[in-house]
């Protein structure tokens, strides 16, 4: 008999809390019948949502939390205070050995600094990084850093390529990933001083990486490499707008199909086929944050109870992966690799 799957889920995060994540659950859990789940929150609200979901009450178990992180909480705060909250219980359930991944549609700074500070970085790393999959004319872009870290280095940008490899090969079973660096053109001499840094270390420094060079924003949706590495800032502004033309090309797309009786019947007729260009057009609503002792994923906070169904999935799938050990094992070589080219370096100096 195959062992359980447990997820951890903090099942008051988001914009709509238990509303969403419970029935959310239940989803999942019809879905998949190894997984078994752990809800953190408010005992009361969860049992009553509960008791308007039928079924799968034998593979759920309940921990109470008298407090929740709010949305707008400053991260320095949530870690002063977020002991005893639904939150913290649901990431400090990995820690224990309860759980195999932790869920949370909650404050996204609160839960990066909770679960640094929990969980602790893996290898040498300094900071999580936050990773989005977005749909491409040829399967999915792992897409990295989307939010965790605004200010990158050089250094930074090479351990979230390494991550982003890493994880991409165990999400999506591409065997060697390519990699590329989001640039303001493809050109070597393009971009600021960092973003050129890396890559000449990504050229250079002799890492188990499929590296391609610098691509551009259409190249993300293009497919022309697998992974594209940027900082947090750059890539939640290139998430955002990218979730934002896809519900715009949906409404729009809808809203022209349902003008008259006519195209009403057709679009009655072309439901399915729309069902699934919405589903290809929207960025999954999983980003698990890369680089700690353990896996935890950010939902986002509007997420629906589809959205979040999907998230728990996304989260067995990563759980039962061994992508947390490839990543500590390139990240040996990167200190050698920068050492390497700050000594080739000083040699082209003399």
Known sequence: MTEPLVISVDAMGGDHGPSVVIPACVQALGAMPKLRLLLHGDEAMIRAELGRHAGHADRIEVRHADRVIAMDEKPAQA????????????????REGRAAAAISAGNTGALMAISK????MSAELDRPALVASIPNARGQTTFLDVGANVDCNAARLVEFAIMGVAYHRAAHGVDRPTVGLLNVGSEEMKGHEEVREANRILREGQLDLDYRGFVEGDDI???????????????????????????????????ALTSGPVTSLGALLARPSLRKFRDKMTPSPAAPLLGLNGLVLKCHGGADVRDFA?????ACDVAQSGFAAEIEQNMKRLPEALVGIASAAADGVA
């Open 117 to 120: 500070l929990i969980l602790r």
């Open 310 to 314: 999907k998230a728990i999935q996304a």
């Open 79 to 94: 870690m002063r205070r977020g002991k005893g909250t639904s939150m913290w219980g649901a990431v400090e359930a990995i």
């Open 221 to 255: 949706t293009a497919g022309t490499v697998e992974v594209v590495v940027t900082d947090g800032f750059t890539g939640n502004v290139a998430l955002k707008a990218m979730e934002g033309a896809a519900r715009f090309m949906y409404d729009e797309l809808r809203d």
